[in-house]
């Protein structure tokens, strides 16, 4: 889904597939992949203008800087 979404040239759904994939693996555990898939979507939802993923995607970002406990106290 990514490489066909990244071959035509759609940020939109590049964005979606890197989301799905991040969202996988947290949920299986892979916390540092996870985190390397957000801040791709960062990059791309940053290309776009979009606040409102971003938002959504520093949110998750803490998550997994929580899991991999790195959250500064």
Partial sequence: MLQRAIEAGQADFEARAVWGLATASLYSG???RARSYVDRYCHLVDQRGDGA?????????????????????
């Fill in 30 to 32: 892979h916390a540092l």
């Fill in 53 to 73: 993923s971003r938002v959504l995607a520093g949110r998750y970002h803490g998550i997994i800087l929580h899991l991999l406990e790195q959250l500064d106290r």
